[in-house]
């Protein structure tokens, strides 16, 4: 059964830091992309970065290139978003989800998400 | 970036009826298009790929069609369970932009 499990979440300070982790298991996950998808309550789905979990291949939304960073850890089967210097529209859900196309480049071309888990929720406010 | 636009942005409608979601991209996408179901305190379901692909387990009353910039989901006979918001998302670009949603709700 694919399970991803997202943690980290909580309140924040404008300007400052978070690292949001994601426990992925069930599938073989070196196949596939693993992305961040945020979603601020009530509020429309943004994709936010993705990673090829085999090849280490990253992409960012506009919106958080050169705040963001992706990263896994294939030892711990892992996913992790660091989010630096946020603001205030940067409060959302994030939710961790399994793409769908297999060997993809996250960085050339699209994906969807086939499974997601239950967010992490992010505030940033003074 | 590639926009995706719904309409409408809220549809009533009754159970058995038939109900037609548009979404149009702002350049081609050919046929990389997906549509998702999400409900109040879930995370979204993915039920279509490739403008037209019935994800496995998605009932058969959900179809998918369109290629280029204008997209349909139709479901042919709205179930109770079916009131839900409704996405599409083109993953034409690695920027994988959705559309504002549909809320799906009861007369």
């Known amino acids: 059964e694919v399970q991803l499990e997202e943690s980290g979440g909580g309140l924040v300070q404008p300007g400052r830091s978070l690292r949001l982790s994601c426990e992925v298991s069930?599938?073989?996950?070196?196949?596939?992309?693993i992305h961040w998808v945020r979603q601020v309550p009530g509020k429309g789905l943004e994709w936010v970065s993705g990673?090829?979990?085999?090849?280490?291949?990253?992409a960012y939304a506009d919106f958080v290139k050169g705040r963001f960073t992706i990263s896994r850890d294939q030892a711990k089967n892992s996913l992790y978003l660091q989010m630096n210097s946020l603001k205030t529209e940067d409060t959302a859900l994030y939710y961790c989800?399994?793409?769908?196309?297999?060997?993809?480049?996250?960085?050339?071309?699209?994906?969807?998400?086939?499974?997601w888990g239950q967010g992490t929720m992010v505030t940033v406010s003074a | 970036d590639i926009e995706m636009t719904q309409s409408p942005s809220t549809l009533s409608a009754s159970v058995g009826d038939r109900v037609t979601i548009t979404c149009r991209a702002s350049?081609?996408?050919?046929?990389?298009l997906a549509w998702y179901q999400q409900k109040p305190g879930k995370a979204p379901k993915l039920l279509i790929y490739?403008?037209?692909g019935l994800e496995t387990g998605v009932p058969s009353r959900f179809s998918g069609s369109g290629s280029g910039t204008e997209f349909t989901l139709t479901i042919s006979s709205l179930q109770p369970d079916d009131f839900a918001t409704y996405y599409c998302?083109?993953?034409?670009?690695?920027?994988?932009?959705f559309g504002q949603g549909t809320k799906l709700e009861i007369k």
């Open positions: 998302q083109q993953y034409y670009t690695y920027s994988n932009t």
């Open positions: 990673i090829s979990w085999k090849s280490g291949n990253t």
């Open positions: 069930g599938f073989t996950f070196e196949d596939y992309g």
């Open positions: 350049q081609t996408i050919t046929d990389w």
């Open positions: 989800a399994k793409g769908s196309i297999v060997a993809i480049t996250v960085a050339i071309r699209g994906d969807l998400f086939d499974f």
């Open positions: 490739r403008a037209s």
